[in-house]
């Protein structure tokens, strides 16, 4: 069964830091990029950066630009977000997501980060 | 940044009726273009790529059509279970990839 499953989710002050994880099973992870997307409440999603299968390229979005750095560890199939400097606009559903398409077509369950003091 | 115009922001149909759904691309995206669905508390779901394939296990009332820059996405005859918010997505020119703002499909 194909699956991504987000954790390290939580509450952090502004200027904190967090780090997420992604866990992936039921695909040959190391074969496939891998990009987070954040969703604020109430509000639309956001792709936040993205990861090549082997790590070679990575892209962010500006908003995190300089803050965030995506990582990947294939040996373990998984996927990390050190969220650095982090603000209340950060606050937000984070979601792994990839695909075997073009577009994203494995998504995972999402954590919540919440920035707030 | 190429940026992605959803309309209408609700749409109001009644089971049994046909949807439409517009996305608008500020610039030429050529045919790459999702659209997903989304219900509360759950993750999005690729229902349509390449503007127009159906991702796996869709099934054939949804339809996208369009390319460049105007696309649409059409459920023929409303479920109950279509109910939800629907994002476009273009993967063409990126970093970044831009979804709209949504439309939010509600029961009339």
């Known amino acids: 069964q194909v699956q991504l499953v987000e954790s390290g989710g939580g509450l952090v002050k502004p200027g904190g830091s967090l780090r997420l994880s992604c866990a992936a099973s039921?695909?040959?992870?190391?074969?496939?990029?891998m990009s987070w997307i954040r969703q604020a409440p109430g509000k639309g999603l956001e792709w936040v950066s993205y990861?090549?299968?082997?790590?070679?390229?990575?892209y962010y979005a500006d908003s995190v630009k300089g803050r965030f750095t995506i990582s990947r560890d294939n040996a373990k199939n998984s996927l990390y977000l050190q969220m650095n400097s982090l603000r209340a606009e950060d606050t937000a559903v984070y979601y792994c997501?990839?695909?075997?398409?073009?577009?994203?077509?494995?998504w995972g369950q999402g954590t919540m980060v919440t920035v707030s003091s | 940044e190429i940026v992605m115009t959803q309309s209408p922001a609700t749409l109001s149909v009644s089971p049994g009726e046909r949807a439409t759904l517009s996305c608008r691309a500020s610039q030429s995206v050529s045919s790459n273009l999702a659209w997903y669905q989304q219900k509360p508390g759950q993750a999005p779901r690729l229902l349509i790529y390449g503007a127009s394939t159906r991702a796996t296990g869709i099934p054939a009332r949804f339809s996208g059509s369009g390319s460049g820059t105007e696309f649409t996405l059409t459920i023929s005859s409303l479920q109950s279970e279509d109910f939800a918010v629907y994002y476009c997505q273009q993967y063409n020119n990126w970093p970044p990839n831009t979804f709209g703002q949504g439309t939010k499909l509600e029961i009339k």
């Open positions: 039921g695909f040959t992870f190391s074969d496939y990029y």
């Open positions: 997501a990839t695909g075997y398409s073009p577009a994203f077509d494995i």
């Open positions: 990861i090549s299968s082997s790590g070679s390229t990575i």
